[in-house]
């Protein structure tokens, strides 16, 4: 399985800033995938990002909110923008471990971010 | 659409006893993977076991084994002999088709009592 780590792991933020949440593996990897979690619910898928393209978002996401990069293939990063007490939650990145869609997903320790 | 369903919000289990986290799932696609994950306190996110639709056998990883019943359209988790470390959320997963999306349940939080 991939190793997956994010930085930071925690972080406490301000209403209006915006914070980049990194998400680095460990071997090359196709898709790479944003989930938020609220606090109390599910994940919920925000986008998926590919090297050398545009992220594809969810419903109720857009791209000047949650902008999306991808430089590599192990490397992707998620901004939550002009963000609101709303935005607390835990943020987590994903990887697949193959290509085929029954291949297991792998999570990163994900991101606690705190909005006040 | 693909619908996963998790019926229980909590349980509770004495350590060393087996426990039983229901997941039913609904999907027309013929191809399709099922999986459970763990996320302790920490808000990791653990892979546990995957059942692959076509797989004949129950899936099995240590203390935990997948109770696949196809027909229905659930697939149970089972863990046995509980820890107390087991304490945690436990999510049900699935894609298939063509879809590369991983739709998750609500969850079944676990307490395991010494």
């Known amino acids: 399985s991939a190793v997956i780590s994010q930085k930071p792991s925690r972080d406490i933020c301000q209403r209006g800033t915006s914070l980049t949440i990194q998400c680095q593996v460990d071997s090359q990897v196709t898709m790479m995938f944003w989930y938020r979690q609220q606090p109390g619910q599910s994940l919920t898928l925000i986008a998926t990002a590919n090297q050398g393209s545009e992220a594809t978002y969810e419903s109720g996401f857009v791209i000047d909110k949650f902008p999306i990069s991808r430089p590599n293939l192990t490397f992707s990063t998620l901004t939550v923008s002009n963000m609101s007490p709303e935005d607390s939650s835990i943020y987590l990145c994903?990887?697949?471990?193959?290509?085929?869609?029954?291949?297991?997903?792998?999570f990163g320790p994900g991101t606690r971010l705190t909005v006040l | 659409a693909q619908k996963i369903t998790q019926t229980q919000p909590g349980m509770f289990v004495q350590e060393k006893e087996a426990v039983t986290l229901d997941c039913t799932y609904d999907?027309?696609?013929?191809?399709?993977?099922l999986f459970w994950y763990k996320q302790p306190s920490s808000g990791e996110m653990i892979f546990l076991i995957y059942?692959?639709?076509?797989?004949?056998q129950n899936a099995t990883e240590g203390r935990y084994s997948l109770n696949f019943q196809k027909a229905r359209k659930s697939a149970n988790l089972v863990i046995s002999a509980s820890q107390l470390g087991d304490s945690a959320m436990y999510f049900c997963a699935m894609r298939g088709g063509s879809s590369y999306k991983l739709i998750f349940g609500s969850g079944t939080r676990l307490l395991v009592r010494p």
């Open positions: 999907t027309s696609d013929q191809s399709y993977g």
């Open positions: 059942q692959g639709s076509y797989d004949e």
């Open positions: 994903s990887v697949d471990s193959g290509t085929g869609v029954t291949d297991t997903q792998y």
